[in-house]
């Protein structure tokens, strides 16, 4: 089976030992020679300092980084000089995302929508960034309709953007589905899959009820059978996101992306085992 090109996202660590530990788990992830490592940018850009000392740290050890700029709180003039510090970097890769309102917060800054930030990104920059925006298979939560959603992908497309990387899923017809009406909304850009994997169904079941990705009934009752058993659960987790990365390499998915949690073992696992 041929290999899609991999891509893994961290968030930046808050601590030392979360500093060195991510640095451990970032050359386990390194020998399968990612396109790129992204990451993350808090809400409101309350990680900013920190997305950028990471992003930096990656960069000088050779690799690409792609920091994620949020654009919710922030200020054209923030948002410029951040670009400025990445072009001078040779940060050549960006994810452009509207990010999340902190809680309390009235103010959104100079951007409402993440179609502004990468129209404001062309404008500033022209095309020195690949610029990667988000897509939803399972639809935003905040979407009025599947139809508007689709819309909202294919104004970011128009504003420029060169790719996207979805919100992780399940459900591969769901992915199938979707990029299927992308292609008759007129959205040509390469689709990344997002893959999440399964390491307990507390925290999986937390962060789907935030960002609107099912759990399908079958592996939410399946996960919940292991109980407090975590060892069983997360290798049937592996067989379960194994299958899935097969599936959509089958049908000649450009990349996958993992969203890492900054851990390395089991995403490990998964990759081998697609690599068989």
């Not at 639809?139 to 790719?163: C, I, M, Q, W, Y």
């Not at 999440?196 to 919940?224: D, H």
């Amino acid at each position: 089976m041929s290999t899609s090109t991999l891509s893994f996202e961290f968030f930046p660590p808050k601590t030392t030992d979360g500093i060195e530990k991510l640095r451990e788990n970032r050359e386990k992830l390194a020998k399968f020679n990612p396109e790129f490592f992204s990451v993350t940018f808090g809400a409101g850009g309350s990680t900013r300092d920190r997305t950028m000392d990471t992003v930096l740290e990656i960069q000088h050890e050779g690799y690409q980084a792609a920091p994620h700029i949020s654009c919710v709180s922030s200020s054209k003039e923030e948002i410029r000089e951040l670009l400025q510090l990445y072009q001078t970097q040779g940060i050549k890769r960006l994810v452009a995302l509207r990010g999340d309102v902190p809680s309390g917060e009235v103010s959104a800054g100079d951007f409402r929508y993440a179609v502004e930030l990468v129209d404001f990104i062309r404008a500033e920059t022209g095309d020195h960034f690949h610029i990667e925006v988000a897509a939803y298979p399972e639809f935003h939560p905040e979407a009025r309709t599947p139809a508007a959603d689709l819309l909202n992908l294919k104004r970011k497309v128009d504003a420029g953007a060169d790719s996207a990387i979805t919100q992780y899923f399940y459900n591969a017809d769901a992915y199938f589905r979707f990029i299927d009406q992308c292609a008759a909304t007129g959205i040509n850009i390469p689709i990344v899959p997002g893959i999440m994997p399964i390491y307990n169904i507390t925290q999986l079941a937390r962060f789907s009820s935030v960002c609107g990705a099912e759990i399908p009934r079958w592996l939410k009752m399946r996960l919940e059978e292991y109980g407090d058993d975590i060892e069983s659960l997360r290798a049937f987790g592996v067989d379960v996101v194994s299958e899935l990365c097969e599936t959509l390499q089958t049908w000649g998915v450009p990349s996958l992306h993992f969203y890492t949690l900054n851990r390395s073992t089991i995403i490990s696992k998964i990759i081998e085992n697609i690599g068989e």
